[in-house]
T-cell receptor
Framework: NAGVTQTPKFQVLKTGQSMTLQCAQD?????MYWYRQDPGMGLRLIYY???????DKGEVPNGYNVSRLNKREFSLRLESAAPSQTSVYFC?????????????FGPGTRLLVL | AQSVTQLGSHVSVSEGALVLLRCNYS??????LFWYVQYPNQGLQLLLK??????LVKGINGFEAEFKKSETSFHLTKPSAHMSDAAEYFC???????????FGKGTRLSVIA
């Protein structure tokens, strides 16, 4: 039982390049999330998927797109990377998206955009 | 909109001293509150959560938090700090309903030998 896995662990991009961050969970969770973490800013929600087949914008969606490929996988795409997208990206999942559900986090992807 | 405020971006304590990390929330309805911990170069893991069952919540590694509605607070405490407690701690809130977690900006805890 691996929990939430993310690939890659680390990536360097040039401005304007595109890439997709992959996330998968093996806990049969319905809801999945993408956050970015920046110093002094805490975690900010980029997009989330309450259930398979649905996605919604979070606090900072500009410059990103997501795909809920199936129940297990939720990918985050940067179409044209910018230096402002240098950050640590975390994927998380939860059984549902109600009240007291615990969110489980992956180990993160460190992205540097030059 | 619901939010959480963590007072102090950095807290430093001596080993064996009391740990107190502060979290205040703003919400018009009783929220569900969480504390997460992030060790260096790792993801976040749940320390404890309040879901209205009991106001004093015990978590892992000797941490506990008390929900005080009158003060809109959910402060995290540990009686005796250990070197292994050095990490970043995040308070988070979710109001009842179909909404994601909202995180505070985090408090970095340093433990001095």
């Amino acid at each position: 039982n691996a929990g939430v896995t993310q690939t890659p662990k680390f990536q360097v991009l040039k401005t304007g390049q595109s890439m997709t961050l992959q996330c998968a969970q093996d806990m049969n969770h319905n809801s999945m999330y993408w956050y970015r973490q920046d110093p002094g800013m805490g975690l900010r929600l980029i997009y989330y998927s309450a259930s398979e087949g649905t996605t919604d914008k979070g606090e900072v969606p500009n410059g990103y797109n997501v795909s809920r490929l199936n129940k297990r996988e939720f990918s985050l795409r940067l179409e044209s990377a910018a230096p402002s997208q240098t950050s640590v990206y975390f994927c998380a999942s939860s059984l549902g998206q109600v009240t007291g559900e615990t969110q489980y986090f992956g180990p993160g992807t460190r992205l540097l955009v030059l | 909109a619901q939010s959480v405020t963590q007072l102090g971006s950095h807290v430093s304590v001596s080993e064996g001293a009391l740990v107190l990390l502060r979290c205040n929330y703003s919400s018009s309805v009783p929220p569900y509150l969480f504390w997460y911990v992030q060790y260096p170069n790792q993801g976040l893991q749940l320390l404890l959560k309040y879901t209205s069952a009991a106001t004093l919540v015990k978590g892992i590694n000797g941490f506990e938090a008390e929900f005080k509605k009158s003060e809109t607070s959910f402060h995290l405490t540990k009686p005796s700090a250990h070197m292994s407690d050095a990490a970043e701690y995040f308070c988070a809130v979710r109001r009842s309903g179909n909404t994601p977690l909202v995180f505070g900006k985090g408090t970095r805890l340093s433990v001095i030998a």
